[in-house]
């Protein structure tokens, strides 16, 4: 059996003077880690077996704050090598710097190149980790948010029918409420499957679809009208995500709420979809924003203009899961969190962090995001 490897590493020590809000910074290390999952997740987008991502750590005497970041290019355009190259990058160019605080930080990033949200997004949640620890406080403290739990939906990945529904079962079984249904590949199965899959559903759960930009405008028209007829709660990202004008006429024409995801990275993207009333809902992930920090401004943004938003995730282990959940219980307007992506991998490199019962996610407590690396990755 395959199990948890690290593929590459690298390691680099500061010089005196470095410091990111009061904290000196002494060394830091990327590690890439590879994690078999334990199915094939496949969207309509790319197909998945493996986690393959990068751990940041930064080290400050005897605290490390851990960050950690998962993508598929498809959706932020960096492959693993491509994580680990830039974060490793980004790291050796804090040498010598001293960062006053979170919105400093946050410029030094984004400054340095363009794009990359993902390797950002782990040097930020270390940067967060690392604070926290230093405080003694975990970090949902330290944003202004709460440690109440959250419903999370759990995911059925494009799959045959068969698998679908066991997934579904076990999902229920184990006390979920709601179910995310992957759909976007062929128009004519995907109906197939979501009148499958919403005929199986208990009384006291509910569903969506996320069609990962897979369709055409009159496709996802036609698959809007099934989902309203089977009453879901919202249809996620079902055209290209820099066609807005399409997402703003099948909002008119289809009776189901529209949530963009891939179409919405950065602030400024919240305020173009909500300008060209794009969307109903939006979708912040830690991994597109860059950060905690931008991905509170992301929400914030929406909020200011009354839309709704989830936190979803990519396919982190508990360490980003947290990360997330911190986020989505900062800022009120979000209102579903979609954070199972810790579930799908075989081996967790992070003990801690989230815990998932009966469909909710709790935050462990303790300082930073409350993880602990297993001891093979130390």
Known sequence: ????????????????????????????????????????????LASQEFYDGIIVKLISG????????????EITGETPEVLFNISSSILMALNGRKIEGFEDFSEFLNNYCYGNT???????????DLLGKSLNVHVVKISG???????????????????SLRLLETYQNSGAKIIKVKIGNNLEKDIDRIKFIAGNLREDASF?????????????????????KYEAIFFEQPVNRFDLTSARELRHKSGIPIMLDESVFSPMDAMNVIRQGAADMINV????????????????????????????????????IAASLVVANSVS???????????????????????????????VAGPGFAVKLKEKLI
């Not at 993902?118 to 967060?128: E, G, H, L, P, V």
């Not at 996320?210 to 405008?217: E, F, R, S």
């Not at 950060?291 to 509170?296: E, F, R, T």
Request: hydrophobic content about 40%; proline content about 3%.
């Open 1 to 44: 059996m395959i199990e948890m490897e690290i593929v590459n590493s690298f390691k680099f020590h500061y010089r005196t003077g470095t410091e990111i809000a009061g904290i000196g910074i002494d060394n830091c290390e990327v590690l890439r880690v590879k994690i078999p999952l334990n199915l094939v997740f496949e969207i309509s």
């Open 208 to 228: 969506f679809a996320d069609a990962n930009q897979g369709y055409n405008l009159n496709s996802a028209i036609k698959m809007a009208q099934v989902l309203s």
């Open 62 to 73: 005897d605290i490390t704050g851990y960050g950690e970041a998962e993508t598929i290019a």
């Open 285 to 320: 992930k830690l991994s597109k924003s860059g950060g905690i920090h931008q991905a509170i401004k992301v929400l914030t943004v929406a909020q200011a203009a009354g839309v709704d938003a989830m936190v979803g995730c990519m396919l982190e282990s508990k360490l980003g």
């Open 118 to 128: 993902a390797a950002k997004s782990a040097i930020d949640m270390a940067f967060y």
């Open 145 to 163: 948010g709460s440690f109440k739990p959250r419903k999370t939906s759990l995911t059925i990945p494009i799959s045959p029918k068969k698998e």
């Open 333 to 363: 307007n979000v209102k579903f969190t979609d954070l199972d992506g810790f579930t799908y991998l075989s081996e967790q490199p992070f003990e801690g962090g989230v815990e998932l019962k009966l469909g909710m996610d709790y935050l």
